[in-house]
């Protein structure tokens, strides 16, 4: 362990945004790839609780940051370095935030579409016909797939909340 507890929070930041892009590639490999919404559902769950950990470091080196900001120089930190390593955090918080929303939005937003297309489909309209909440089908068979559908959807929609 380093005596300085910035070292140790960085390389904690650095693993844990390794495993996030990990399991965000996981997760894309998963959706497109299987019907298995157990696999699915776990690869999200644990995306969120590696989220939580990442967030974790991310305050502690956050902490770290703030503490050699007010007394650098009593630890021999030159303003350059603290600097630097402010820059890192803002650097590393600002691109977790956009790729967190770029790589879990997009994937939700493009299952919603292809959920929503395929009640279109079943309820007969078209895309571009107002949405509505219930859907009547023709017979049990779509009924039975519509009620699967919306139940996708809202694991979907839950998982990224």
Same mark, same amino acid.
């Given at each position: 362990?380093?005596?300085?507890?910035?070292?140790?929070?960085k390389?904690e930041?650095?693993a @844990?945004? !390794?495993n996030?892009?990990t399991?965000?590639?996981s997760?894309?490999?998963? !959706?497109?790839? @299987?019907?298995?919404?157990?696999?699915?559902?776990?690869? /999200?769950?644990?995306l969120?609780?590696t989220?939580?950990?990442?967030?974790?470091?991310? %305050?502690?080196?956050?902490? =770290?940051?703030?503490?050699v900001e007010? *007394?650098?120089?009593?630890?021999? /930190?030159?303003? #350059?370095?603290? !600097? &630097?390593r402010r820059?890192f955090? *803002?650097?590393?918080t600002?691109e977790v935030q956009v790729?967190?929303l770029?790589?879990?939005?997009?994937?939700? *937003?493009?299952?919603y &579409?292809?959920? $929503?297309?395929?009640?279109?489909? /079943?309820s007969?309209?078209? =895309?571009?016909? =107002?949405?509505? %909440?219930?859907?009547e089908?023709a017979?049990?068979? $779509? #009924?039975e797939e519509?009620?699967?559908?919306?139940?996708? +959807? &809202?694991?979907?929609?839950?998982? #990224? +909340?």
């Open positions: 362990m380093s005596t300085d507890p910035y070292v140790d929070a390389g930041v650095e @844990s945004i !390794r996030v892009n399991l965000l590639n997760y894309a490999r998963i !959706r497109s790839t @299987s019907t298995d919404s157990a696999s699915l559902t776990e690869t /999200i769950e644990e969120q609780t989220l939580g950990l990442l967030e974790t470091d991310l %305050d502690d080196l956050e902490e =770290s940051v703030r503490a007010e *007394n650098g120089d009593r630890w021999g /930190i030159s303003d #350059f370095e603290v !600097r &630097q820059g955090v *803002n650097r590393v600002a790729s967190l770029l790589n879990t939005l997009r994937p939700a *937003n493009h299952h &579409q292809t959920l $929503q297309k395929k009640v279109h489909q /079943i007969g309209t078209t =895309s571009g016909a =107002s949405y509505r %909440d219930y859907v089908p017979s049990d068979g $779509q #009924f519509a009620e699967q559908w919306e139940r996708e +959807e &809202q694991q979907v929609c839950t998982a #990224f +909340e």
